[in-house]
Antibody, heavy 119, light 110 residues
Framework: QVHLVQSGAEVKKPGASVKVSCEAS????????IHWVRQAPGQGLEWMGWINPERGDTKYAQKFQGGVIMTGDTSTNRVYMELSRLTSDDTAVYYC????????????WGQGTLVIVSS | QSALTQPASVSGSPGQSINISCSGL?????????VSWYQQYPGKAPKVMIYEVSKRPSGVSNRFSGSKSGSTASLTISGLQSEDEADYYC??????????FGTGTTVTVV
């Protein structure tokens, strides 16, 4: 059973960056993927991208290219999602989700991390 | 890639069956059958209910079923129960290793 635990809520000022972590247990990173999905208040789910932590490969949605960096640390079974140049539109709950392969579904989810961007 | 289109809301009475559509999928040669459906309660993380169009994960009620025809996928909930009140999202692999979610549907049991 894959279990994902995310870091706590963050409050950031416009223009700043935020780094959210996602720690996995119950499996090893080998061959698997961690996706990031966000949900603005009262809005739907938005796919941001994925990372293969073992290889370091990443793929970002076009909207987030140049603004997001996903990294992984296999020694701690953690992945990170860093979003830069924050605006109020980035206020959202950010989820990490586990997928078994590149053509897959999101089998397990973290509890979500609320990021508030406010001056 | 724009979000897939879902009805904003669907309602039904206990025991009835409802369908939630998800349109805008790739169809024909080169299309993918990597459509999944997620249930989300307020303030909670989503949970996969259907994957690869019609497969049900272990532990998910057999009242939930999925299908796809052309560029539209559907989630059917039969024997509707009060606990099925939630938001539902479809998701599809698109191309070049990217994914897209649907706009989401709120299910109400009246």
């Amino acid at each position: 059973q894959v279990h994902l635990v995310q870091s706590g809520a963050e409050v950031k000022k416009p223009g700043a960056s935020v780094k959210v972590s996602c720690e996995a247990s119950g499996y090893t990173f080998s061959g698997h993927y961690i996706h990031w999905v966000r949900q603005a208040p009262g809005q739907g789910l938005e796919w941001m991208g994925w990372i293969n932590p073992e290889r370091g490969d990443t793929k970002y949605a076009q909207k987030f290219q140049g603004g997001v960096i996903m990294t992984g640390d296999t020694s701690t079974n953690r992945v990170y999602m860093e979003l830069s140049r924050l605006t109020s539109d980035d206020t959202a709950v950010y989820y990490c989700a586990y997928a078994v392969g590149i053509y897959s579904w999101f089998d397990s989810w973290g509890q979500g991390t609320l990021v508030i961007v406010s001056s | 890639q724009s979000a897939l289109t879902q009805p904003a809301s669907v309602s039904g009475s206990p025991g009835q069956s409802i369908n939630i559509s998800c349109s805008g999928l790739s169809s024909g040669v080169g299309s993918y059958d990597f459509v999944s459906w997620y249930q989300q309660y307020p303030g909670k993380a989503p949970k996969v209910m259907i994957y690869e169009v019609s497969k049900r994960p272990s532990g998910v009620s057999n009242r939930f079923s999925g299908s796809k025809s052309g560029s539209t996928a559907s989630l059917t909930i039969s024997g509707l129960q009060s606990e099925d009140e939630a938001d539902y999202y479809c998701c599809s692999y698109v191309s070049i290793s990217t994914y897209v979610f649907g706009t989401g549907t709120t299910v109400t049991v009246v």
